[in-house]
């Protein structure tokens, strides 16, 4: 509250961002409380910990070891997750970060945190980064694409749109209507990577979902093609046109 209250003067909004926290959230109709964080999921959450994590940003800056003749080690944060991209002595910047960390009484979440190398790979947002040689650009590039995890929940939520129990409570279009959007939130979000050939996995399935729902709504055998698929079922127009241009999804 310390930090938020330097960025907000009004004392009747810190009065209910205190409340915020200290109302606790209900699980299993049940209310728990806790004596420091946010609630996780809360839509207050990542203000609140962008206010707060702003000074980890500044005293990383601030020890000098992201400079290029340093440890040229870049701290990179979205809310609370943030990785470390470093060419120095990763023992160095882990020893630094743990000292802000106690500096600013915080914890990391140990089962989530490692050290890489970047051609081993990481995820970070939802993308798989990797280093890579290229034989185009006749050296050693990072590119990101989907990460496995990503591919595996968006399958999810489409298995989720079309299992047996959608069967019976709505038509193949209806559930077309709901997965369109879901489709087109995942494809934005990914559009600038190298998801080419995960895009056409993703939609492929997709429509074959479809398919299933029609068949088995109008007794169909499944093994229909990709010229039987009725148009007011398609749904491939609707696959972003990825960049493959080497800017777009290749970083030197």
């Not at 081993?120 to 980064?129: A, H, K, M, N, T």
């Not at 990797?130 to 590039?141: C, E, F, G, I």
Request: hydrophobic content about 35%; some cysteine.
């Amino acid at each position: 509250m310390e930090q938020v209250a330097k960025k907000i003067s009004d004392g009747a909004m810190l009065h209910i961002i205190r409340q915020f926290l200290d109302a606790g959230i209900m699980e299993d109709n049940e209310v728990h409380t806790q004596d420091r964080g946010t609630p996780q999921g809360s839509p207050l959450s990542p203000l609140l910990a962008n206010i707060y994590l702003d000074q980890l940003d500044k005293q990383w800056k601030s020890s000098g070891l992201q400079k290029r003749y340093g440890e040229d080690a870049h701290l990179i944060r979205y809310a609370d997750d943030f990785l470390i991209l470093l060419t120095g002595n990763p023992t160095v910047a882990k020893k630094k970060l743990d000292e802000i960390m106690q500096d600013l009484d915080l914890t990391m979440n140990t089962e989530k945190t490692r050290i890489v190398k970047a051609e081993e790979g990481f995820d970070f947002l939802g993308f798989r980064f990797v280093r890579q040689y290229s034989q185009w650009r006749k050296k050693r590039v990072t590119r990101w694409f989907p990460s496995p995890k990503s591919e595996m929940r968006i399958r999810e939520k489409i298995l989720i749109l079309t299992n047996n129990s959608v069967r019976s409570l709505m038509t193949p279009e209806e559930a077309k209507e709901m997965l369109i959007p879901v489709l087109r939130g995942w494809g934005n979000y990914f559009e600038h990577s190298l998801a080419s050939n995960i895009f056409t996995g993703i939609w492929d399935y997709a429509q074959c979902r479809l398919m299933y729902m029609y068949c088995h709504q109008h007794n169909i055998p499944r093994t229909w093609k990709n010229r039987d698929i009725p148009d007011r079922l398609s749904i491939m127009d609707t696959k972003p046109h990825t960049f493959l241009g080497k800017r777009h999804n290749t970083m030197s």
